[in-house]
């Protein structure tokens, strides 16, 4: 069942990445005439998003186990 929610977490985190570094990339994109730096920090946002929707996937299911 751990598996199952870790690949559950990451796919739902991978939209969430992916939906974060579009929005940020379009945001910042407005702020900084070359194209660079807004990419580099789109991509450390959508890993940030990442990582934390991976944290919460998992710890869910330890909370949920617990309970069980």
Sequence with gaps: MF???VV????????????AFFITYEE???HYPDKRT???MAAK??????????FVSVSLNVIINLFL
């Design 3 to 5: 598996l199952f929610y």
């Design 28 to 30: 910042y994109l407005k």
């Design 8 to 19: 559950l977490g990451a796919v739902f985190s991978a939209v969430a990445a992916l939906c």
């Design 38 to 40: 807004p990419l580099k």
């Design 45 to 54: 946002t959508s890993l940030v998003a990442f990582a934390f929707f991976m």
